[in-house]
């Protein structure tokens, strides 16, 4: 899908230029979207049903868009705001997504992101699957 809203969307309807390797933009996608499968593992060993899982992902997924620097600049944000965004993945996420897309950064560029998003990502994943093994085990 994100191949195709590359295609349609971007170069299709807003006719953006791509300068980046999209090779690295899919991998760092790969690795976002572990990022947020470990964090969906973590919130479905937290909760007790559906119901409550459904409320848990609004309840951290807002905030994340809200701190991902998406709506808001970082830079127009409070100081302790911007310490916050260290732990939205999206915020990594898009700031990889636009260094390589827009701008034709490589992974020399944007190693800090990947880091970013490769730390949260095994902290969430780590975290759901010990809780995992811990109740069935």
């Given at each position: 899908?994100?191949?195709?809203?590359?295609?349609?969307?971007?170069?299709?309807?807003?006719?953006?230029?791509l300068?980046?390797?999209?090779?690295?933009?899919?991998?760092?996608?790969?690795?976002?979207?572990?990022?947020?499968?470990?964090?969906g593992?973590?919130i479905?060993?937290?909760?007790?049903?559906m119901?409550?899982?459904?409320?848990?992902?609004?309840?951290?997924?807002?905030?994340?868009?809200?701190?991902?620097?998406?709506?808001?600049?970082?830079?127009?944000?409070?100081?302790?705001?911007?310490t916050?965004?260290?732990?939205?993945?999206?915020?990594?996420?898009?700031?990889?997504?636009?260094?390589?897309?827009?701008?034709?950064?490589?992974?020399?560029?944007?190693?800090?992101?990947?880091?970013?998003?490769?730390?949260?990502g095994?902290?969430y994943?780590?975290?759901?699957l010990?809780?995992?093994?811990?109740?069935f085990g």
């Open positions: 899908m994100m191949g195709l809203s590359l295609s349609l969307v971007l170069e299709g309807i807003f006719d953006v230029p300068k980046g390797s999209l090779l690295l933009f899919f991998a760092v996608t790969a690795l976002y979207v572990f990022t947020t499968a470990g964090l593992l973590l479905a060993t937290v909760t007790r049903n119901a409550q899982a459904g409320m848990m992902i609004v309840l951290i997924l807002a905030p994340m868009m809200f701190l991902s620097g998406a709506w808001t600049p970082p830079e127009a944000m409070p100081a302790w705001m911007n916050l965004m260290m732990i939205s993945p999206l915020h990594y996420f898009i700031d990889a997504g636009y260094g390589i897309l827009l701008k034709g950064a490589g992974i020399e560029l944007i190693w800090e992101s990947l880091l970013g998003i490769f730390v949260l095994s902290v994943f780590g975290l759901g010990w809780r995992f093994r811990r109740q």
